[in-house]
C-alpha cells in the first residue's frame, strides 16, 4: 500500500518561509492526485492545496493564492508545499493526503500522512 510522511514544519515568524515535504513509499505512489490539509486547534480541516499526478494542474485555497506553491517531484516519490510570507492564521498542522476518483481537487483520500506543525508567531 501507500505511506505517507510529512516532514519540514517548524515555527517561524510572520513573514518567513516554510517548505513542507510529503514523502510516499509503495508502488503506486505515483498514481494519486496529491492534496495538503491543515487543521488548528477547534478547527475544521481544510483544504490548502492539490496537485494532479503529472502535476500540470494544481488548485490553492483563496487564503493561500498567491503565497503556497505545490509542487511533485514523483522520480522522489515526494509532494511539496512551498509556503511564503507566512502569517499567524496558517497556524495549524498540515497534512498531505491521496486523492481517489476523478474529481480535481480530490473529494475522497485514500491515504494520509501523520501531520507536520506549523506555528507561524507575530
Known amino acids: 500500500q501507500v505511506q505517507l510522511v510529512e516532514s519540514g514544519g517548524g515555527s517561524v515568524q510572520a513573514g518567513n518561509s516554510l517548505r513542507l515535504s510529503c514523502a510516499a513509499s509503495?508502488?503506486?505512489?505515483?498514481?494519486?492526485?496529491m492534496s495538503w490539509f491543515r487543521q488548528a486547534p477547534g478547527k475544521e480541516r481544510e483544504l490548502v492545496a492539490a496537485i494532479t499526478v503529472n502535476g500540470r494542474s494544481t488548485y490553492y485555497a483563496g487564503a493561500v493564492k498567491g503565497r503556497f506553491t505545490i509542487a511533485r517531484d514523483n522520480a522522489k516519490s515526494t509532494v511539496y508545499l512551498q509556503m511564503n510570507s507566512l502569517k499567524p492564521e496558517d497556524t495549524a498542522t498540515y497534512f498531505c493526503?491521496?486523492?481517489?476518483?476523478?474529481?480535481?481537487?480530490?473529494?475522497?483520500?485514500?491515504?494520509w500522512g501523520q501531520g507536520t506543525q506549523v506555528t507561524v508567531s507575530s
Open positions: 493526503a491521496a486523492g481517489t476518483g476523478r474529481i480535481f481537487p480530490p473529494r475522497d483520500y485514500e491515504y
Open positions: 509503495g508502488r503506486t505512489d505515483n498514481t494519486y492526485d
